[in-house]
């Protein structure tokens, strides 16, 4: 079955940290672009950040920039997204998303919520 399965979503404080993970299966993310959306509530879904294939070319928002760190194991089938010095409005829902020519598949999105 193909599909795309995040993990590491949660509550954390403003200032805090969270990795999300997003592992593939049913096929190989090796000559997928990766890459993580989010969509907060009453909002339109934007991109967070980017990785191409073999990770020399690595995007992002500028609201993440110095802040977040996408990354890729590619053995391992699996992209993250490290997220520091998290803000109160990183809260959205987090969705991975693979994407090679015109084949685009999305994960089912993992929550994120920053508060206090």
């Known amino acids: 079955q193909v599909q795309l399965v995040e993990s590491g979503g949660g509550l954390v404080q403003p200032g805090g940290s969270l990795r999300l993970s997003c592992a593939a299966s049913?096929?190989?993310?090796?000559?997928?672009?990766m890459r993580w959306y989010r969509q907060a509530p009453g909002k339109e879904r934007e991109l967070v950040a980017g990785?191409?294939?073999?990770?020399?070319?690595?995007n992002y928002a500028d609201s993440v920039k110095g802040r977040f760190t996408i990354s890729r194991d590619n053995a391992k089938n699996t992209v993250y997204l490290q997220m520091n010095s998290m803000k109160p409005e990183d809260t959205a829902v987090y969705y991975c998303?693979?994407?090679?020519?015109?084949?685009?598949?999305w994960g089912q999105g993992t929550q994120v919520t920053v508060s206090s």
């Open positions: 049913g096929f190989t993310i090796s000559t997928y672009a």
């Open positions: 998303n693979a994407q090679y020519a015109i084949t685009s598949k």
């Open positions: 990785i191409s294939s073999y990770g020399g070319v690595i």
